[in-house]
C-alpha cells in the first residue's frame, strides 16, 4: 500500500507499524504462553543468554508458574511470568512468590509495558540480592511492516547492573594474578567472533573468568565446549546430565557411530568416559597457552573451524539421543 511505504533514492521502503498484541495473542495462558514455550529463541536473543524451556503452568504451592526452563550450559533455573497488560501488583507479588518457591537464578518478568515503580523495584531487587539471583523486566509488542505478518518483538527494560558484577569478577581476576582477566577477555573476543561468523550457535554475550566457554547443543545437558587452559586447547563435545545412566547411554550411542563421525571430522577423537566419571565428553585438542596473548586470534581461529568440523560431524546426529 502507497500510504505505508517510503520513497527515497527510489527505493521503496516499508514502514514500520505496531500492532495491538491483543491481535497476536488473544489470551495470555492458551496462546501467549505455548507460543512462547514453542518459540523461546526469540527472548533468548533480547535476554543475550540461551534458553532451553521445560514445561509450562509449572505449579508452586496452589499457584502456577507460567514456564519454568534452564540455561542448558549450567543448568542454572529460570522461570518467567507472563502478563499481556501494563505490569501490576498482584503479578509482581506472584514473581517474588515463584522466585522463592523455585530457587530460581534468573527470575523474568514480561508484561506489555512497565510502570516505573515496578522497574525500580525490579533494580532494587538486582541491586540486594547475590550475583546468582538476576531478574529481568521485558516488554513484549508486535510490529508489521505494511501487510507482513505481525513480528514479535522483546525489549529488556531492566536488568542485573552487568557492569558491577563484571567489576566483581575483574576484581577477583586482578587479586587471581591476571588470568581471570585473561580468560574474560579472550572468551570475549570469541563470542565476538561467533557472533559474526555463526550467530545460531549462542545467545550468550557474557563471558566468565573461566578455562572453559559453552554452547547448547539444541538437546538437554549436551554442550558444545570449548576450553584453553596454560597448556592445550580443545574443542569437546560434553555429556552433562547429573544422572550417570543417561551420559552413558548417549555417549556409547555415539561411540557406535565412531568410524562414520572420525571420518567426517577428519581426525581420530578422544572418546573420554572415566568409570568414576557421572559425565563424559568426546574431544580433540592441541598445544595452546592462554597466557601468549600473541597467538590469540590464531586460537580464535583454530576454534572456530574445529567447532565447524566437529558439528558438521555429529550435530544431526544428537536428536536421536
Not at 67 to 81: A, D, F, K, M, W
Not at 218 to 226: D, E, L, P, Q, R
Not at 294 to 308: A, C, G, N, P, V
Amino acid at each position: 500500500m502507497v500510504e505505508r511505504e517510503l520513497v527515497m533514492n527510489n527505493a521503496r521502503l516499508g514502514k514500520l507499524e505496531a500492532v495491538d498484541i491483543r491481535e497476536v495473542w488473544k489470551d495470555e495462558a492458551r496462546d501467549f504462553t505455548p507460543w512462547l514455550f514453542a518459540n523461546s529463541e526469540e527472548l533468548a536473543k533480547a535476554l543475550g543468554f540461551n534458553l532451553e524451556l521445560h514445561s509450562t503452568e509449572h505449579q508452586v504451592g496452589r499457584f502456577s508458574l507460567d514456564l519454568i526452563g534452564s540455561i542448558p550450559e549450567t543448568n542454572e533455573r529460570v522461570i518467567i511470568e507472563n502478563q499481556l497488560e501494563s505490569s501490576d501488583h498482584r503479578h509482581f507479588g506472584q514473581l517474588l512468590t515463584y522466585a522463592g518457591g523455585t530457587e530460581a537464578n534468573y527470575v523474568v518478568w514480561i508484561a506489555k509495558e512497565f510502570k516505573e515503580e515496578y522497574l525500580s523495584a525490579i533494580q532494587w531487587l538486582n541491586n540486594g540480592t547475590t550475583d546468582e539471583i538476576n531478574f529481568f523486566a521485558v516488554e513484549v509488542s508486535a510490529i508489521r511492516i505494511g501487510d507482513s505478518l505481525p513480528a514479535p518483538m522483546f525489549k529488556v527494560v531492566a536488568q542485573p547492573n552487568g557492569w558491577q558484577k563484571e567489576g566483581k569478577a575483574a576484581a577477583a581476576a586482578l587479586l587471581s594474578g591476571g588470568l581471570g582477566l585473561k580468560q574474560m577477555e579472550f572468551w570475549d573476543q570469541l563470542v565476538a567472533a561467533i557472533a559474526t561468523k555463526h550467530p545460531d550457535w549462542t545467545n550468550t554475550r557474557k563471558t566468565r573468568a573461566q578455562n572453559w566457554f559453552a554452547m547448547p547443543s539444541g538437546v538437554a545437558n549436551i554442550n558444545y565446549i570449548f576450553v584453553l587452559t596454560k597448556k592445550e586447547m580443545r574443542i569437546e563435545l560434553y555429556f552433562g546430565s547429573g544422572d550417570r545412566e543417561v551420559n552413558s547411554s548417549r555417549f556409547q550411542a555415539l561411540r557406535e557411530q565412531r568410524v562414520l563421525i572420525e571420518a567426517s571430522y577428519g581426525r581420530e577423537f578422544q572418546w573420554h568416559f572415566p568409570e568414576d566419571n557421572k559425565q563424559g565428553c568426546i574431544r580433540y585438542g592441541v598445544p595452546g597457552d592462554i597466557e601468549d596473548e600473541s597467538s590469540w586470534q590464531r586460537y580464535l581461529d583454530w576454534f572456530i573451524e574445529e567447532m565447524e568440523r566437529l558439528r558438521n560431524s555429529v550435530h544431526k546426529l544428537l536428536p536421536d539421543l
